[in-house]
């Protein structure tokens, strides 16, 4: 599919939060290939049970899925869910300013129990009713460390722009805490055999492609972890396939072409390593966050094209993000400068892209 907007890459949803979270980060030099880093295809069922959350409650997307399974959810926390959905929507690098509490951080922490889950709410309930995010800060520290790798977010001023809506915050918590063990007792055995099917197959087309190593030879950027993370979500059908909650962690639906799926798993790989080049373009301000987020998907898709797969019939078109001009400009500065590093073709594309007046809105 072709739609951008069937496929939206929420690699970097926590900026629209009203905070301040756009940091330069540091550069690297460029690395040794490392083959021994992967692409590791999961199958996890609290991912998939939000997901189910969401297509059920209709936040962005309709499905299938949600047609299929509407009865496993009471009636009432399905309209709950759907009178919220502006609070919970995420689209396009934008998000709800719920979303990060009860998408992103949770499907970043990936809990292994409906206690650990639960754990989770309590802490977020304690802190939106005080305004303190101590205890969260204390419990997942690590978990946020390493989602600032990818995004520079922090707990406590997030924790308190939400505060005011401590009773929504309870409420959807309620409705996470109520329908997880029915979830696992009537939808997850039904979803995870399929599941395990995907995961299987897809492990054997990509894993022999070391998408990772090709990335950084190509970008002479490091990507930070051994494996990458693609954990499998069939409730995510009708709304993004690609969801990142973290820079070694990403959740998609498997579309079941295997052309485009593939060329799109390397597309996300790309803007996972390439995340600090565009951290350092928007430290600087000098252009709109559209184009600098255009130029960033776009320098993702001319290195996908041309050095991972050239010669190869390229199945990607992202339309909104004005993605033609941006790989002519990419093309000419490589022409110009075959050594040209990424972080320094972003740049430079950008300037040419404005010289041109194109500097969006």
């Known amino acids: 599919m072709n739609s951008r907007s069937m496929f939206q890459s929420v690699t970097l949803a926590i900026c629209t939060l009203g905070l301040t979270l756009l940091l330069p980060l540091t550069s690297h030099a460029a690395p040794a290939p490392s083959p021994a880093k992967r692409i590791e295809f999961r199958v996890d069922p609290f991912p998939n049970y939000v997901f189910h959350l969401y297509a059920l409650g209709k936040i962005g997307y309709a499905s299938p899925y949600s047609e299929h399974y509407t009865d496993t959810l009471p009636e009432r926390d399905r309209s709950y869910l759907m009178e919220h959905k502006d609070l919970l929507a995420f689209a396009n690098g934008g998000t709800g300013p ?136 069939r409730a995510a059908e009708g709304g993004p396939n690609a969801i990142s909650a973290g820079y070694e962690r990403n959740h998609f639906f498997y579309t079941g072409d295997i052309g485009y799926f593939t060329q799109f798993v390397s597309h996300e790989t790309g803007t996972h390593i390439l995340i600090e080049a565009y951290h350092q373009a928007m430290g600087q301000q000098r252009y709109p966050f559209s184009t600098v987020y255009s130029a960033y998907e776009s320098l993702a898709m001319f290195y996908n094209k041309t050095r991972i797969f050239p010669g ?17 400009i990419y093309a000419e500065l490589t022409r110009e400068n075959p050594g040209i590093k990424a972080g320094e073709l972003l740049q430079k594309g950008l300037e040419r892209y404005a010289g041109g007046g194109k500097t969006g809105k």
């Open 98 to 233: 719920l979303s990060v509490a009860f998408l992103f951080f949770p499907l970043y922490l990936n809990f292994a129990s409906p206690e650990e889950m639960n754990a989770y709410l309590d802490r977020l309930n304690a802190a939106v009713d005080t305004g303190d995010a101590s205890a969260l800060a204390t419990a997942y520290g690590k978990e946020l460390d390493r989602v600032k790798l990818f995004l520079p977010f922090e707990i406590g001023p997030y924790v308190q722009s939400i505060a005011p809506r401590k009773d929504t915050v309870r409420e959807l918590g309620r409705i996470y805490r109520e329908n997880y063990l029915a979830y696992l007792e009537t939808v997850w055995p039904q979803e995870k055999p399929r599941l395990d099917e995907q995961a299987a197959m897809l492990k054997a087309h990509i894993a022999p492609l070391d998408l990772i190593r090709k990335w950084e030879e190509a970008t002479g950027l490091t990507f930070r972890f051994d494996t990458y993370e693609l954990a499998l979500c």
């Open 312 to 328: 190869e019939k390229f199945l990607m078109n992202f339309e909104n993000y004005d993605s033609d001009t941006f790989l002519t």
